[in-house]
């Protein structure tokens, strides 16, 4: 017997006997068994935790005749696309996007007092309608909606599941304008495909704001014409000796459009005057003494810098700054400024003083790491705050200081949500010169009272960096990011509050099984009830 002849009768009994339910479930109910119900996700289960969310009512079922109507706007039906795309394979409903009918999912502009970002998600036994004054409100909202099907949806299979969403009304803001994540491509090179998987986990938790960290010691990572030598020799090289790599200004490209179609704007940096090696292994001109070094493949910092004397550092300077604002749409240029070790105070600030009007020059509002209020913080420029609770209280001070005249403040205090920390001592990944990170302790600080003698109107927002000297794939980015980078996104977003612990922890759990469906691997706290099985 062939293989052929034993499984074809059994294939035709299975047929068989499939046929004779259809008929039997088309006779007694007129359409295919039902699945079996299970629990609705309650409208409050969302991270970041909404604004406000008043339960009630029948909830909304999704079947095989749901529509995703959308307003007429091209940029509302793309988000209609959107949402259809990611609900299409697991559900395998055809849910075509339509401007006619009733009921259904709909997304719906409208002037209202939804802000930039906020949204209205209101769901019943008819349908489910997502209500804001801009499209990337709808795009939050989408996000809330994906949360409240079951975790399933995020697969890419046909699932059999009752695909319902709980009856009631979420009305949802950001409290913060600016909520950032950073990947280092620098220290390991992420090619363009491994850097969209995460813009897409990072639009999951309405993070808005990707900051690249293009430039470091160990490689350089965007072409730049003027200087063709930075990314195609101080390209090929990363920590451990890797061949490294770098984006072409028609990747850097594609990636901006990849992140605005999820509504996060790309942060590009240049890290200067320190953390430049790569810049002066590439030409030899830039360095004091005229003689370029070698590439590095190490991790130490603090051993690089620009020559601050030297007119040609301004002209390549002006160069970089021109081609990066040029491909860059958003609104900021991220110079760095960190640990400029090997820069005297006073190089620094004449450094500083010579590079902000450039960046400005070219349409830029200026981001730094905050040892750039040691220096003349430009108006309008944001300062980076990556201290600990234990940074000198003189340094909290420079930048409340700061703070108070004008300079807005990124919070990514690195004993918080610097995502590259270890959890604790047995994670095989990560670094511990901030200290251990474990999920709780990540997420359990307030940014509107975190530094002393900070007006809260001077915080802009939260960021969480993810540096890369021990990060190589994917998967090492997950298990370091999930699941703290929703906490951080929380602590971005959602109102002071609903911050609070043990529920978020429950909110945090319910999420594991969509990371498991999205095939995200990540780190099983034992702080967080995650669901058994
Ligand atoms: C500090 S934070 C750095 C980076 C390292 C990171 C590792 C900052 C502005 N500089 O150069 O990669 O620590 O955690």
């Not at 035709?12 to 007129?30: I, P, Q």
């Not at 007119?311 to 400029?340: C, K, N």
């Not at 040892?371 to 930048?399: F, I, N, R």
């Not at 978020?504 to 759990?509: F, G, Q, S, T």
Request: overall charge neutral; charged content about 20%; proline content about 7%.
């Amino acid at each position: 017997m062939t293989r052929n002849d034993r499984t074809t009768p059994r294939t035709a009994r299975v047929l068989g006997s499939l046929l004779l339910v259809a008929a039997a479930g088309a006779f007694t109910l007129g359409a295919a068994p039902a699945p079996p119900e299970g629990p609705v996700t309650p409208l409050s289960q969302v991270v970041p935790a909404p604004a406000s969310v008043t339960p009630g009512g029948a909830p909304y079922r999704l079947t095989r005749a749901t529509a995703v109507r959308v307003d007429g706007s091209a940029e509302v039906r793309r988000v209609g696309g959107y949402l259809a795309g990611i609900l299409r394979p697991s559900t395998g409903y055809p849910l075509p996007l339509t401007e006619h009918g009733a009921g259904g999912i709909r997304l719906h502009l409208e002037k209202g007092d939804f802000g930039a970002e906020g949204y209205r998600l209101r769901s019943g036994p008819t349908g489910v309608t997502l209500t804001a004054s801009a499209p990337a409100g709808l795009f939050h909202g989408v996000q809330t909606l994906r949360q409240l099907l079951p975790a399933a949806v995020e697969k890419r299979t046909v699932q059999h599941q009752d695909w319902r969403i709980a009856g009631g009304t979420v009305e949802d803001r950001p409290r913060y304008a600016y909520r950032g994540a950073m990947l280092d491509v620098s220290r390991h090179f992420f090619t363009v495909a491994q850097v969209e998987r995460y813009i897409d986990e990072l639009a999951l938790y309405k993070v808005n704001e990707l900051h690249l960290h293009l430039s470091d010691d160990q490689g350089w990572r965007i072409a730049i014409n003027s200087w063709p030598r930075l990314a195609g020799y101080g390209g090929a090289s990363e920590v451990g000796g890797g061949k490294g790599g770098f984006y072409t200004q028609a990747e850097y490209r594609h990636l901006v459009s990849y992140a605005a179609a999820r509504y996060v704007e790309v942060v590009p940096e240049i890290d200067m005057p320190g953390h430049t090696n790569a810049a002066l292994a590439s030409y030899a001109k830039l360095n004091c003494d005229g003689v370029a070094p070698p590439r590095y493949t190490g991790t130490e910092v603090g051993f690089s810098s620009l020559c601050v004397s030297k007119d040609v550092t301004y002209t390549f300077v002006d160069d970089v700054i021109r081609e990066l604002a040029a491909l860059t749409p958003g609104r900021y240029l991220h110079i760095g400024g960190d640990e400029a070790h090997s820069t005297s105070h006073a190089d620094y600030v004449t450094f500083m003083d010579r590079v902000q009007p450039i960046v400005a020059k070219y349409g830029k509002k200026i981001i730094g790491w905050h040892q750039l209020t040691g220096a003349h913080p430009a108006k309008g420029a944001l300062a980076q705050y990556w201290g600990l609770d234990s940074t000198s209280a003189a340094e909290k001070e420079q930048v409340a200081q700061a703070a108070r005249n004008g300079t807005g403040l990124i919070l990514s205090p690195a004993d918080r949500v610097y995502l590259d920390m270890k959890y604790t001592k047995d994670t095989p990944l990560g670094l511990s010169w901030a200290g251990l990170v474990e999920v709780r302790r990540s997420y359990d600080w307030d940014p509107g009272a975190y530094l002393a003698g900070v007006p809260a109107s001077a915080v802009k927002g939260v960021e969480a960096p993810l540096w890369s000297e021990t990060l190589k794939t994917s998967a090492d980015i997950d298990y370091m990011a999930f699941p703290r980078l929703p906490g951080a996104a929380e602590l971005g977003w959602s109102p002071a509050a609903t911050h609070d612990w043990d529920t978020y922890k429950v909110r945090l759990a319910a999420q594991g099984p969509r990371w498991d469906a999205l095939g995200i691997g990540y780190y099983h706290s034992p702080q967080v009830p995650w669901p058994s099985g």
